[in-house]
């Protein structure tokens, strides 16, 4: 089945620095979601992207996927401690077996400093 | 309305014994997943249910591990024989149905924490 990578496993910033965290596959993918779990929690959905290029933005997050739909990334400007957390990327199974199912990324954690 | 709701929220158990997990899925998804999660890892993918199709256990790690799904709602997790490496947190999913990425939106349960000593 498909595998995708998530980079970097953790990531401290200071509050106010930006955050980036990357997902990569070797193969392209049909679509990419993200999801976002805090310390404690379970994980929720932030956003899906199915297109090529394609640039979403909610708030201080930039999430993009990339031209040939094997990479995407999650991008959060100016991080507050509410910020903190594990982002996950997750890859939808288009065939095969597999189908329907959604394949994780290890995470991201992400600790911020007050 | 009503989200994923999973019981119990926390499990104890003596190694050896069996647990039962249970998952109540949102009302309609006809797609129910159930995930684990050790202390600070990613979520590792057990068993995907699909309407009434035969389930995936590909990602179940051992015969010790079974799922079903009665009425195409309910989820019941099982483990029997319990082993201390079992210890973690169990999740379970639900979409609307497994049919297209845009209705794969999956919504997460609060979890079962399952400490076998």
């Known amino acids: 089945g498909q595998q995708v990578m998530q980079i970097p496993q953790y990531q401290h910033v200071q509050e106010g620095e930006d955050f980036t965290t990357y997902c990569n596959s070797s193969?392209?993918?049909?679509?990419i979601q993200w999801y976002k779990q805090r310390p404690g929690g379970h994980p929720v959905f932030l956003i899906q992207?199915?297109?090529?290029?394609e640039v979403k933005k909610q708030k201080r997050l930039t999430f993009q996927f990339g031209e040939a739909k094997k990479n995407s990334s999650l991008h959060i400007t100016a991080t507050q401690t509410t910020d903190v957390g594990t982002y996950f990327c997750?890859?939808?199974?288009?065939?095969?077996?597999?189908?329907?199912?959604?394949?994780f990324g290890q995470g991201t954690i992400l600790t911020v400093h007050p | 309305g009503a989200g994923v709701s999973q019981s119990p929220s926390n499990k104890v158990t003596e190694k050896g014994k069996d647990v039962e997990l249970r998952c109540d899925p949102i009302?309609?998804?006809?797609?129910l997943y159930w995930y684990r999660q050790s202390l600070g890892q990613g979520l590792e993918f057990l068993i995907y249910?699909?309407?009434?199709?035969?389930?995936?256990k590909s990602g179940l790690p051992s015969d010790r591990f079974s799922a079903e799904r009665t009425g195409g709602s309910v989820s019941t997790l099982t483990i029997q024989r319990t082993q201390q490496e079992d210890s973690a947190v169990y999740l379970c999913?639900?979409?609307?149905?497994?049919?297209?990425?845009?209705?794969?939106?999956?919504?997460f349960g609060p979890g079962t924490r399952l400490t076998v000593l």
């Open positions: 992207l199915v297109k090529s290029g």
């Open positions: 997750a890859i939808f199974n288009a065939g095969g077996t597999s189908y329907g199912k959604l394949t």
């Open positions: 193969t392209t993918l049909s679509n």
């Open positions: 249910f699909q309407g009434n199709s035969a389930p995936d």
């Open positions: 009302s309609g998804h006809t797609a």
């Open positions: 999913a639900s979409s609307l149905r497994a049919g297209g990425p845009k209705l794969n939106t999956q919504y």
